[in-house]
């Protein structure tokens, strides 16, 4: 059974810093591109980053770029999400989600998510 | 970026009836369209990817059509868990995207 579980959510000043994890199991991590998405309390879903198997490529939306990184590790089925220079606009659930064909495709298993708030 | 925009806002409607859902590209995303549903307190379910195939686990009441940029998402029979909040996500171009939402509430 595919799993995805998001840990590292917390309470954040402004300006600080936070390290997100997914750990992956159920499915061979190695051979799937996978990516961040969030969600501020009651709004729409928003793409956040992505990163592809061999972590041979990341992207970035316009609003984390510079700010966030995305990293996996193949070895210990997990992926990870930096963010630094925390603003409020960032407060969210955030989700780790899986690509439903290796380096493409459409997200077909999500995380339960991890709740970042950012607040002096 | 492409901006997809769903409508209408909200669908109320009566379990038995028929729900059609619209998203509409500002730009081609050709069928790279997926549709999620999501229940509160639930991450997104993935429902229909590239604009016409029904994931894994699926029940055929659920149906996409569209290409280019006007797609539909249709329920042909609501049951009552179809009840909750539709996204439509385009993955042609980055960044992906995502619709504003289409809430399904009981009439």
């Known amino acids: 059974e595919v799993q995805l579980v998001e840990s590292g959510g917390g309470l954040v000043k402004p300006g600080g810093s936070l390290r997100l994890s997914c750990a992956a199991s159920g499915f061979t991590f190695s051979t799937y591109r996978m990516d961040w998405v969030r969600q501020a309390l009651g709004q729409g879903l928003e793409w956040v980053s992505s990163i592809t198997s061999s972590s041979s490529s990341t992207t970035y939306a316009d609003a984390v770029k510079g700010r966030f990184t995305i990293s996996r590790d193949n070895a210990k089925n997990s992926l990870y999400l930096h963010m630094d220079g925390l603003r409020a606009e960032d407060t969210a659930v955030y989700y780790c989600?899986?690509?439903?064909?290796?380096?493409?495709?459409?997200?077909?298993?999500w995380g339960q998510g991890t709740l970042v708030s950012v607040s002096s | 970026e492409i901006v997809l925009t769903q409508s209408p806002a909200t669908l109320s409607l009566s379990p038995g009836e028929r729900a059609t859902l619209s998203c509409r590209a500002s730009q081609s995303v050709s069928s790279y369209l997926a549709w999620f549903q999501q229940k509160p307190g639930q991450a997104p379910r993935l429902l229909i990817y590239e604009a016409s195939n029904r994931a894994t686990g699926i029940p055929a009441r659920f149906s996409g059509s569209g290409s280019g940029t006007d797609f539909t998402l249709t329920i042909s029979t609501l049951e009552p868990e179809d009840f909750a909040v539709y996204y439509c996500?385009?993955?042609?171009?980055?960044?992906?995207?995502f619709g504003g939402g289409t809430k399904v509430e009981i009439k």
């Open positions: 996500q385009q993955r042609s171009n980055w960044p992906l995207t």
């Open positions: 989600a899986r690509r439903r064909t290796g380096d493409r495709g459409d997200f077909d298993y």
